[in-house]
């Protein structure tokens, strides 16, 4: 999505950057292991395919995708973009008569930061992110049947079960818009192009 193109999200551990052209090495590598692919529903793509999709999820309308980086190691301008990536998350306008209708997806790729609220923390941040500049008022889920990880977590984020295979939502309604924004409270949105620069974050 070209809105997001120079859009960087700070939060306490991650930050959240456009998924660019240097990310797509190594998110190839990520999409090779056969666990990725399966709690993704994902199928492998050659390196030149993942290019083409990167590019499409850059230039179409209706996907948003941040690169998910470790704020502590991304800080340290000595170590490559690259070596912070730790997942991704994305929006997807799915519905074209209902453009307030998103379909949420994060991937905590990897291992070593799974179960650490990484995955949670990026996915309040794209919430709101859809919410104040989308207009997103609903989110919906989806998620294999045997991803007890990720179901326990939006469960927690209050998504409800709505379809038996698992497709969660929740209705952004002032309660939910007034929580996002606490617990989102301390994400800044900077341009992107300057931070990358010196890569100083404030504390």
């Known amino acids: 999505m070209k809105l997001n193109a120079n859009t960087l999200l700070e939060g306490s551990r991650v930050v959240l950057v456009p998924y660019d052209a240097e ?4 998110y190839h590598e990520w999409m090779k292991s056969p666990e990725l692919q399966r709690l993704t529903a994902s199928e492998p793509l050659t390196l030149d395919q993942e290019y083409d999709m990167q590019r499409s999820w850059r230039e179409d309308g209706d996907k ?3 690169i998910i980086l470790d704020k502590q190691r991304w800080a340290d301008a000595g170590v490559e ?3 912070c990536m730790v997942g991704d998350v994305n929006i997807f306008l799915t519905d074209p008569t209902d453009p307030s209708l998103a379909e949420l997806e994060i991937m905590v790729a990897e291992p070593g930061y799974r179960g650490k609220g990484i ?3 990026a996915t309040h941040m794209m919430m709101r992110y859809g919410v104040s500049k989308l207009g997103v008022k609903k989110f919906q889920v989806k998620i294999g049947l045997d991803n007890h990880a990720s179901v326990a977590m939006f469960k927690k984020l209050h998504f409800q079960e709505v379809f038996r295979e698992v497709t969660l939502e929740v209705t952004v309604d002032e309660c939910v818009r007034t929580r996002l924004l606490d617990v989102t409270a301390d994400v ?8 990358r620069s010196g890569r100083r974050l404030t504390a």
């Open 81 to 83: 973009e690259e070596q």
């Open 64 to 66: 948003c995708t941040f």
């Open 119 to 121: 995955g949670k923390e």
């Open 23 to 26: 990310h797509v090495t190594r």
């Open 188 to 195: 800044k949105e900077r341009d992107c192009r300057q931070v």
